[in-house]
């Protein structure tokens, strides 16, 4: 069985690689040497036999197969620690510094009074925020600035998991006068670019 060929630390060190998309942040992180740190990635390819991550442009992009991997050792490695931590009769405590990206309005008005009732109930957590467009949010989940964002635009890349969590409703606001000078609302894309805008942001 491939079980039989497991080792843990592996997907320790993995994840800590996975999190930071670096292997010397990796390295830092976990007090080992930076070859090290590469010599256990190289390990765990050759166990698995697929390749975790892509090198672009001096940065580490995980592969389609690393987010697979990352997203069901990091539950087991999470199960692990509640169950020995509940052996030992104590509670996991939930600590760390999250990075979190998000839509301007949206993070004001919903996001950081959100964020704000979870710090309450967890206050050794700490969140660095980040507020722009989501073409911006893209980029920095790809290269390691940010560990979470919430966007508004259905085009992203692949390696990047996406999960539904809110519906957002828009009102557009017009005077009486100015609907009588455009003519009754249509619901096209062309009528609505036709609008003057008190503040119009292109994408």
Same mark, same amino acid.
């Given at each position: 069985?491939?079980?039989?060929?497991?080792? &843990?630390?592996?997907?320790?060190?993995? @994840?800590?690689?996975?999190?930071?998309?670096?292997?010397?942040?990796? +390295?830092?992180?976990?007090?080992?040497?930076?070859?090290?740190?590469?010599?256990?990635?190289? *390990?765990?390819?050759? $166990?698995?036999?697929?390749?975790?991550?892509?090198?672009?442009?001096?940065?580490?992009?995980? /592969?389609?197969?690393? *987010? &697979?991997? #990352?997203?069901?050792?990091?539950?087991? &490695?999470?199960? $692990?620690?509640? +169950?020995?931590?509940?052996?030992?009769?104590?509670?996991? @405590?939930?600590?760390?510094?999250?990075?979190?990206? $998000?839509?301007?309005?949206?993070?004001?008005?919903?996001?950081?009074?959100?964020?704000?009732?979870?710090?309450?109930?967890?206050?050794?957590?700490?969140?660095?925020?980040?507020?722009?467009?989501?073409?911006?949010?893209?980029?920095?989940?790809?290269?390691?600035?940010?560990?979470?964002?919430?966007?508004?635009?259905?085009?992203?890349?692949?390696?990047?998991? /996406?999960?539904?969590?809110?519906?957002?409703?828009?009102?557009?606001? +017009?005077?009486?006068? #100015?609907?009588?000078?455009?003519?009754?609302?249509?619901? /096209?894309?062309?009528?609505? @670019?036709?609008?003057?805008?008190?503040? #119009?942001? @292109?994408?």
């Amino acid at each position: 069985m491939l079980i039989d060929h497991l080792n &843990l630390n592996h997907f320790r060190i993995f @994840e800590v690689v996975y999190r930071t998309k670096s292997m010397t942040a990796a +390295a830092k992180e976990l007090h080992m040497t930076q070859s090290g740190v590469s010599q256990h990635m190289k *390990s765990l390819e050759t $166990m698995l036999e697929v390749k975790l991550f892509d090198r672009i442009k001096q940065r580490l992009l995980p /592969t389609a197969e690393a *987010s &697979l991997v #990352y997203r069901h050792s990091t539950r087991g &490695l999470q199960e $692990m620690e509640q +169950a020995l931590i509940a052996l030992k009769g104590g509670e996991a @405590e939930i600590a760390g510094t999250v990075s979190v990206g $998000m839509p301007l309005e949206f993070g004001q008005n919903v996001g950081l009074p959100t964020f704000a009732k979870f710090a309450a109930k967890y206050p050794k957590v700490r969140f660095k925020f980040v507020l722009g467009f989501s073409s911006s949010m893209m980029s920095m989940l790809m290269d390691g600035t940010l560990d979470l964002a919430f966007i508004d635009d259905i085009k992203h890349e692949r390696r990047i998991l /996406t999960q539904k969590v809110y519906d957002e409703v828009l009102e557009l606001c +017009a005077g009486i006068d #100015y609907l009588k000078k455009v003519g009754a609302p249509k619901n /096209t894309k062309a009528y609505y @670019e036709s609008l003057d805008y008190i503040e #119009y942001q @292109e994408g």
